[in-house]
């Protein structure tokens, strides 16, 4: 690792302003878990990092009636797993933090960081997604917000502004009714990092379907929402057979990427069986009752 200078700045537009003057060889180091190891690796060498640890703004979990809830950036993963207010108003949020990684980085790493990498494997983007949550960014412009689809942008790639940095997600209050289940696939249980991600919220009245918002992620190169398999549930009473037909949606409708970890066509299989048994998960049903073989 070479060496580096340390920056605390006080204010979002003094880190905003340092971001603007020092531009490439800067980065924005929060929990640091993944940009350390970046370091060491050698894969990236700043020559400063900027700490946005002393910035109350980015810190904090809160909730308003009529927003909903508020997430600083600083908030880690497991800040977002114990919280009251999350397992509350978004409790699927909650279970899907509670199993991000390894308890190293759910203790140390925050969720804005993770948001920022945009890793493709990685469990909060997908969940956010399906909640219908938006991002805060700030910068010495202002400040503006933009959804989660408007965020995620491509492989390891935002919609950040080089001087811009996230201060807080924002999670809107759910409908009456909703529920939501988030479903992980690994290839191994020593695996950390999921090949095969899911997230479905409905607004539900036993089992029928009103509303529906799905997400498919780490098989694509960023979050999908499956807006098709989504209409396919909206207004239905769900059985094994809807919940077949909406995982053949989804596994179609995706573009699954190809590498070391699995093929195209092993991933859109995998998604094929994890939305199926989300669905019957999530809606209480027997997955292959009235189901041909």
Same mark, same amino acid.
């Given at each position: 690792?070479?060496?580096?200078?340390?920056?605390?700045?006080?204010?979002?537009?003094?880190?905003?302003?340092?971001?603007?003057?020092?531009?490439?060889?800067? %980065?924005?180091?929060?929990?640091?878990?993944?940009?350390?190891?970046?370091?060491?690796?050698?894969?990236?060498?700043?020559?400063?990092?900027?700490?946005?640890?002393?910035?109350?703004?980015? @810190?904090?979990?809160?909730?308003?009636?009529?927003?909903?809830?508020?997430? $600083?950036?600083?908030?880690? @993963?497991?800040?977002?797993? %114990?919280?009251?207010?999350?397992?509350? @108003?978004?409790?699927? /949020?909650?279970?899907?933090?509670?199993?991000?990684?390894?308890?190293?980085?759910?203790?140390? $790493?925050?969720?804005?960081?993770?948001?920022?990498?945009?890793?493709?494997?990685?469990?909060?983007?997908?969940?956010?997604?399906?909640?219908?949550?938006?991002?805060?960014?700030?910068?010495?412009?202002?400040?503006?917000?933009?959804?989660?689809?408007?965020?995620?942008?491509?492989?390891?790639?935002?919609?950040?502004?080089?001087?811009?940095?996230?201060?807080?997600?924002?999670?809107? /209050?759910?409908?009456? $009714?909703?529920?939501?289940?988030?479903?992980?696939?690994? %290839?191994?249980?020593?695996? @950390?990092?999921?090949?095969?991600?899911?997230?479905?919220?409905?607004?539900?009245?036993?089992?029928?379907?009103?509303?529906? %918002?799905?997400?498919? $992620?780490?098989?694509?190169?960023?979050?999908?929402?499956?807006?098709?398999?989504?209409?396919?549930?909206?207004?239905?009473?769900?059985?094994?057979? /809807?919940?077949?037909?909406?995982?053949?949606?989804?596994?179609?409708?995706?573009?699954?990427?190809?590498?070391?970890?699995?093929?195209?066509?092993?991933?859109?299989?995998?998604?094929?069986?994890?939305?199926?048994?989300?669905?019957?998960?999530?809606?209480?049903?027997?997955?292959?009752?009235?189901?041909?073989?």
């Amino acid at each position: 690792m070479r060496e580096f200078d340390f920056a605390e700045p006080r204010s979002i537009a003094e880190a905003s302003q340092m971001l603007a003057e020092y531009g490439d060889d800067a %980065r924005i180091i929060a929990g640091g878990s993944a940009l350390m190891l970046a370091m060491r690796q050698r894969m990236l060498a700043p020559t400063h990092l900027i700490s946005v640890a002393r910035l109350p703004r980015l @810190h904090g979990i809160d909730f308003d009636p009529r927003e909903g809830l508020r997430i $600083g950036a600083m908030s880690r @993963h497991i800040d977002v797993a %114990r919280s009251e207010l999350v397992k509350a @108003h978004a409790p699927v /949020l909650a279970r899907m933090a509670a199993q991000v990684a390894n308890p190293q980085v759910r203790n140390q $790493g925050t969720i804005g960081g993770n948001l920022c990498y945009a890793d493709p494997s990685t469990d909060p983007p997908g969940c956010l997604m399906a909640l219908d949550a938006s991002v805060v960014l700030g910068s010495t412009r202002g400040e503006r917000v933009l959804s989660m689809e408007e965020f995620l942008v491509d492989y390891y790639t935002t919609a950040m502004e080089s001087d811009e940095l996230l201060l807080e997600i924002r999670v809107p /209050l759910q409908a009456p $009714g909703t529920q939501g289940e988030y479903t992980r696939f690994l %290839r191994t249980a020593a695996e @950390h990092r999921p090949l095969v991600s899911l997230a479905l919220v409905v607004q539900k009245e036993g089992q029928i379907c009103h509303q529906a %918002r799905l997400a498919v $992620g780490a098989s694509t190169p960023i979050p999908t929402r499956l807006r098709r398999a989504e209409e396919c549930l909206r207004g239905k009473t769900v059985n094994a057979q /809807l919940a077949a037909e909406v995982a053949s949606i989804v596994a179609e409708d995706i573009q699954p990427v190809s590498d070391l970890r699995g093929s195209s066509e092993f991933r859109r299989e995998m998604v094929r069986t994890v939305t199926r048994r989300t669905v019957a998960t999530l809606f209480g049903i027997d997955i292959n009752e009235g189901v041909a073989a």
